[in-house]
């Protein structure tokens, strides 16, 4: 059985991992604006299409 450590840093790594490949895949559909400023906490932004009154 692996330590604790181990175990915590694999389950870090293939989060982090999954994140990386699902913010890759979002991009190349077109869905996530290229921002610098988001990070891991932040939700991403998407794009939205068309324009709406505020009447």
């Known amino acids: 059985m692996f330590e604790h450590r181990t175990e915590a840093e694999m389950r870090l790594y293939s989060e982090k991992l999954a994140r990386e490949l699902a913010l890759k895949r979002r ?20 794009e939205t299409t068309g324009t709406t009154d505020p009447e």
Do not use: W
């Not at 991009?27 to 932004?45: F, L, R, Y």
């Open 27 to 46: 991009q190349k559909e077109g869905v996530v604006k290229n921002d610098p400023t988001d990070s891991d906490e932040t939700p991403a932004i998407t």
